[in-house]
């Protein structure tokens, strides 16, 4: 009962249509502001602290290198235990509130040092702590916002961050070469005080991350991805394209990175300028950067991707040409300016990001897929293992990870590489096979459901399409059927008890599964069928697996749907429960799935059961509106959000039915149309579903599950339906604990048998 009501909080939190938090946005933004002024400082001007002591530009790059090598061990380590740490003040805080001032004292006494001993000693030091809590801070940028506001509050991190550069150059050309020591004094004592003032001010616990993270451990299906699996898994794909990009963000940001090393130590010495000026020699550089990154990042929309990273590294490696041609003040100055305003590693970090974004699976753990171009940026990993989810990067990123199946086949999904794809908000369709029709089933990606055509060389869009049942001559020439299957064949493992997921012929991004009962071998009458619909949390084996027992006893074959999450909106769980969702019709998607299913199975499908929890009780509770002259009997479990039979418009009503769904409600066939409501009498989550609200009009029908299934069961009375409600005394918001009663239900409205 727990875990359902664990899933339950889960989802619909998941969905919300959330805000940003401003105010955690800032607070972050200025944390990352603080830490990465210190860094930048401490690339300016640690090295004209070695420089006093050594004339050796290889050693000062070599001791400028040692923090990258802590960064690659540290980073990592420290993420992935800060993604399991559980205090009270959080799982980040705790690194930042303890590592900040220490790191900080060492920084302070740089300057103090008179040694090449101590000072090396005093740098790693420093370079030791800080990068155990560097990605623990930039973590704090995803946690703290939902889902559907994380690009946002990583922009406003990004400018923070960009602005440091520019911080970084005043107090070198304001404050070095009057007084050092208080020049390092300055961005340290920030630090901390900004550190403290985030930790007093953020409670990490209530954050949205943080709640995912504890929603997701108390779910055992849950996969949980390493470091190392990652790793291995894209080292062992085919496509070495992430590879490839891997070692090009590794050698632009290698070439920044000791470019930074050795700029104030060059000024100084050829260029014959103090310590404060040669250090605002970046002064102009974070100037360009800010002013070109916007600029940049429209018109790669506009041009591609890869088309602008090209264009930049050709510029950058001119930009540093330019910038050490001539031993110049100026022309260093316009030199570095060309070469930090084309440097846009994020471009290159765009082009690897599309080609993972398809295969995202697990967020507790937020960091070992979007990190990785981070570990070969100067030998570290900025972001490590704390800071974007756990992602698993599939063996082939260029195609969609759809289920196994028989026949159907879908084309590459070319994330981002094509010019012939669709642009800005289109996605390239997937071409699904299925006897000698090819039928373009709709977009991938984000955006609505469009056709495609293939035309000449490219693709040309013919409007929105919908999923239509899948015609049965067409699907017989390709699904291997039981009819006349020999007993001997191997066939009969997968296609008798718990089958494999089946994906849709009409539409692959689908899939069902099966459980056929132990009698259908020796049966020979059709077998009832129950369609059982999955919840929010896509249950789908849990789901199947609670009506095996009731399926061997009646003999029943059982089809459970999967209608994945994040389906024309990435973010999405909801979709299916609407029937129609950006232009896909689940509805009649499920009906393609049974017409599959009576061709490889000796199913009575044309009337069916449908049971549903849930949000599985709100797909039925619509589904049967739409289609009651295909349904034996429906019951509808403790649905969050019920459509009442009124004047409201859909989802709230049926008002609109006629030109959503270009049909008209049978009220005819409705009345003859057995139904349950059942419900349980503790299902009295008040709070929950005013929180997930979306509408005024959601609360008409009550407050609670217990109250909108009781006034659903009673606006169908009103039609003269034969409906019960059932209130299950003892039960919350539990589909096991009404479960039996929904059998019973089911058991009264199966055919005789013979």
């Given at each position: 009962?727990s875990?359902k009501?664990?899933e339950?909080?889960?989802d619909?939190t ?7 938090n401003v ?10 502001f ?8 401490y ?12 004339t ?7 001791l400028?290198g ?5 960064g690659i061990?540290l980073?990592p380590v ?7 740490t559980r205090?009270?003040w959080g799982?980040r ?6 590592g ?7 920084f302070?006494l ?7 001993a ?8 420093f370079?030791f702590?800080?990068n ?13 916002q939902p889902?559907n ?14 602005l440091?550069i520019?911080v970084?150059s005043?107090i070198s050309?304001?404050?070095v070469?009057?007084?050092l ?9 920030l630090?901390?005080v900004?550190?403290l003032?985030?930790?007093?001010t ?18 055992p ?18 496509d070495?394209?992430r590879?490839i990009?891997?070692?090009a963000?590794?050698?632009i940001?290698?070439?920044?990175a000791?470019m ?13 300028v ?8 970046t ?11 916007i ?5 790669s929309d506009r ?10 590294l050709v510029?950058?490696?001119l ?5 050490f ?6 022309v ?5 300016s ?5 440097h ?16 995202v ?7 070992c ?6 570990l070969v940026?100067?030998?570290?990993l900025d972001r490590?293992l704390?800071g974007?989810g756990c ?15 028989l026949?159907g ?15 800005r908000g ?23 459901a ?8 490219g693709?040309s ?12 001559d ?21 296609l008798?008890?718990?089958t ?6 009409a ?5 069902y ?10 049966a020979?009458a ?10 929010t949390g896509?249950?789908v084996e ?14 029943v074959?059982?089809?459970t749907?999967?209608?994945?999450g ?5 973010n ?11 232009g ?20 009575a499908g ?12 709100q797909?039925?509770h ?5 289609h ?5 009997a429906?019951?509808?479990?403790a ?10 418009p859909?989802?709230?009503g049926?008002a609109?039915?006629?030109?959503r769904?270009?049909?008209h ?8 149309l057995?139904v ?8 009295s ?7 997930v609200?979306t ?5 008409r029908?009550?407050?609670t599950r ?9 606006e169908?009375?009103?039609l ?5 409600l059932?209130?299950v005394?003892g ?8 479960n039996?009663?929904v059998t019973?239900?089911?058991?009264r409205q199966l055919?005789?048998?013979?």
């Amino acid at each position: 009962m727990s875990g359902k009501k664990s899933e339950s909080r889960n989802d619909h939190t998941l969905s919300v249509k959330s805000k940003l938090n401003v105010r955690a946005a800032l607070l972050v933004a200025l944390a990352v502001f603080a830490q990465e002024c210190v860094w930048n400082f401490y690339d300016i001007q640690v090295p004209a602290s070695i420089a006093q002591y050594t004339t050796s530009a290889a050693l000062i790059g070599l001791l400028m290198g040692l923090d990258n090598v802590l960064g690659i061990v540290l980073r990592p380590v420290i993420g992935h235990l800060s993604d399991r740490t559980r205090t009270r003040w959080g799982r980040r805080v705790p690194y930042l509130i303890v590592g900040a001032p220490i790191a900080a004292v060492f920084f302070i006494l740089i300057p103090y040092m008179t040694t090449l001993a101590t000072l090396i000693a005093c740098v790693l030091t420093f370079s030791f702590i800080a990068n155990c809590f560097k990605n623990v801070t930039e973590a704090l940028i995803p946690d703290s916002q939902p889902a559907n506001k994380r690009s946002t509050a990583n922009a406003i991190a990004k400018v923070a961050a960009s602005l440091t550069i520019i911080v970084g150059s005043l107090i070198s050309m304001l404050v070095v070469d009057d007084n050092l020591k208080l020049a390092f004094a300055i961005p340290a004592v920030l630090m901390v005080v900004v550190f403290l003032i985030v930790a007093l001010t953020i409670k990490e616990t209530s954050l949205p991350g943080y709640k995912r993270v504890l929603a997701e451990e108390k779910d055992p299906t849950k996969t949980k991805w390493t470091f190392r699996a990652v790793i291995s898994d894209m080292v062992r794909a085919r496509d070495r394209s992430r590879l490839i990009m891997l070692l090009a963000i590794f050698a632009i940001a290698g070439t920044w990175a000791a470019m930074r090393s050795q700029m104030t130590p060059y000024a100084m010495t050829v260029l014959g300028v103090t310590r404060g000026r040669a250090g605002m020699l970046t002064l102009p550089s974070g100037v360009a950067f800010i002013i070109v990154a916007i600029p940049i990042a429209l018109y790669s929309d506009r041009l591609g991707r890869r088309l602008v990273t090209r264009i930049g590294l050709v510029v950058f490696v001119l930009g540093c040409l330019v910038a050490f041609a001539v031993p110049s003040f100026l022309v260093t100055i316009v030199g570095v300016s060309i070469c930090r305003g084309e440097h846009r590693r994020d471009r290159l970090c765009g082009l690897f990001h599309q080609r993972r974004r398809h295969h995202v699976e697990s967020r507790s753990q937020r960091g070992c897929g979007r990190g990785l171009h981070r570990l070969v940026r100067c030998g570290r990993l900025d972001r490590g293992l704390a800071g974007t989810g756990c992602h698993r990067i599939a063996g082939r990123s260029d195609r969609l990870a759809l289920p196994d199946g028989l026949g159907g086949r879908a084309v590459r999904h070319r994330a981002g590489f094509d010019d012939d794809r669709p642009q800005r908000g289109e996605s390239e369709p997937v071409r699904v096979r299925v006897g000698r029709r090819s039928v373009v089933s709709g977009a991938v990606g984000g955006g609505p459901a469009c056709g495609w055509r293939r035309r000449g060389g490219g693709w040309s869009r013919r409007g929105s399409l919908v999923a239509r049942p899948v015609q049965e001559d067409i699907v017989e020439t390709r699904l291997l059927s039981t009819r006349g299957l020999p007993d001997d064949h191997p066939a009969w493992g997968f296609l008798t008890g718990r089958t494999p997921f089946f994906v849709a012929q009409a539409d692959p991004r689908f899939c069902y599964a099966m459980y056929i009962p132990d009698g259908y071998r020796t049966a020979s009458a059709p077998l009832p069928l129950l369609v059982a619909t999955h919840g929010t949390g896509r249950r789908v084996e849990r789901t199947r697996d609670s009506f095996v027992e009731w399926a061997d006893e009646h003999g029943v074959a059982v089809l459970t749907p999967l209608f994945p999450g994040g389906i024309g909106d990435p973010n999405d769980l909801h979709n299916y429960k609407l029937i129609d969702f950006n232009g896909i019709r689940f509805d009649l998607i499920l009906l393609s799935m049974v017409a599959e299913a009576r061709q490889r199975w000796n199913l009575a499908g044309e009337r069916f059961l449908l049971a549903g929890f849930s949000g599985g009780g709100q797909f039925t509770h619509r589904f049967s509106y739409l289609h009651p002259d295909r349904l034996r009997a429906v019951s509808v479990g403790a649905p969050g959000r019920v459509t009442l039979p009124d004047a409201e418009p859909w989802p709230y009503g049926i008002a609109d039915v006629a030109d959503r769904f270009g049909c008209h409600i049978d009220f005819d066939q409705l009345r003859r149309l057995p139904v349950q409501v059942v419900v349980g009498a503790d299902d009295s989550a008040a709070a929950l579903l005013a929180a997930v609200a979306t509408d005024e009009r959601e609360r008409r029908a009550g407050a609670t599950r217990l109250e909108r299934a009781s006034r659903l069961a009673a606006e169908l009375r009103t039609l003269a339906m034969p409906v019960e409600l059932e209130i299950v005394p003892g039960v919350a918001h539990d589909a096991a604990g009404v479960n039996p009663a929904v059998t019973e239900f089911l058991t009264r409205q199966l055919p005789p048998r013979d």
